[in-house]
C-alpha cells in the first residue's frame, strides 16, 4: 500500500513544483499591470485577466500538493495533543466524511458546467479579454481529481499508521 501512497504523493508532488514558479510570473505581470497603469496611463484587460488565470491554475492545481504537505487551515488545539495513531484516526475519517464527498461533489457537478463552456468555446465577457475561459474552467474537475488522489494517499497512509504497517509514523509529530 506504501508504494501506492508514494506514487499519489509524487504526482501531486510533482503537479505542485511544476506550477509554483507560476507565483512569480504572477507577480511580475501584476507589476506590470500596475506600472503600465500609473505610469504609462495604459491599461490591459488581457493582461488583468491573465493574473486571474495564474491565480486559478496556481490555486486550483496546487490544492492537492497543498494538501500533501498538511498546508491547509486545520485547528489544531486539541489535534496536536494526541497520539500518532489517534490522529490518524481522525485524518482517516476526516477524508471518509469530508474530503471525498466533496471532491467527487466538485468533480460531478462542475462536469456539465465544464462541458458547456467547452461546447461555446467560452472566452471572457470584457472586450479585449482571454479567449480561454474554456480551458481555465476545465481546472475545475482537474483540481477536484488531484484533490481526490492526494486524498487516497492520505487515508493509504494513515490506515498503515492504525495498521502498524507504515514506517512513516512520525509523519504527524510536528
Given amino acids: 500500500m506504501m508504494r501506492f501512497v508514494r ?4 504526482v ?11 507565483t512569480l510570473v504572477m507577480m511580475l505581470v501584476t507589476c506590470s499591470v ?3 497603469r500609473y505610469v504609462f496611463n495604459l491599461g490591459s484587460i488581457a493582461l488583468q485577466e491573465s493574473v486571474m488565470y495564474l ?3 496556481v490555486f486550483m492545481l496546487g ?10 487551515v486545520r485547528v489544531d ?3 496536536a495533543r494526541f497520539s500518532t495513531r489517534t490522529r490518524a484516526a481522525i485524518d482517516c475519517l476526516g477524508t471518509l466524511v469530508f474530503l471525498f464527498p466533496l471532491g467527487l461533489f466538485f468533480l ?3 462536469l456539465s458546467y465544464v462541458s458547456f463552456s467547452w461546447s461555446l468555446t467560452e472566452g471572457s465577457a470584457q472586450p479585449g479579454g482571454l479567449p480561454g475561459v474554456f480551458a481555465l474552467k476545465t481546472l475545475i474537475p482537474i483540481m477536484a481529481f488531484l484533490l481526490l488522489l ?4 492520505e487515508l493509504g497512509r494513515s490506515i498503515s499508521i492504525l495498521t502498524g504497517s507504515s514506517p512513516e509514523t512520525g509523519r504527524f509529530d510536528h
Fill in 7 to 10: 506514487f499519489l504523493d509524487a
Fill in 12 to 22: 501531486n508532488e510533482l503537479v505542485g513544483t511544476s506550477i509554483a514558479w507560476l
Fill in 34 to 36: 500596475v506600472v503600465a
Fill in 55 to 57: 491565480h486559478g491554475i
Fill in 63 to 72: 490544492i492537492g500538493y497543498t494538501l500533501k504537505h498538511q498546508g491547509h
Fill in 77 to 79: 488545539i486539541f489535534y
Fill in 108 to 110: 460531478i457537478g462542475s
Fill in 150 to 153: 492526494q486524498g487516497l494517499a
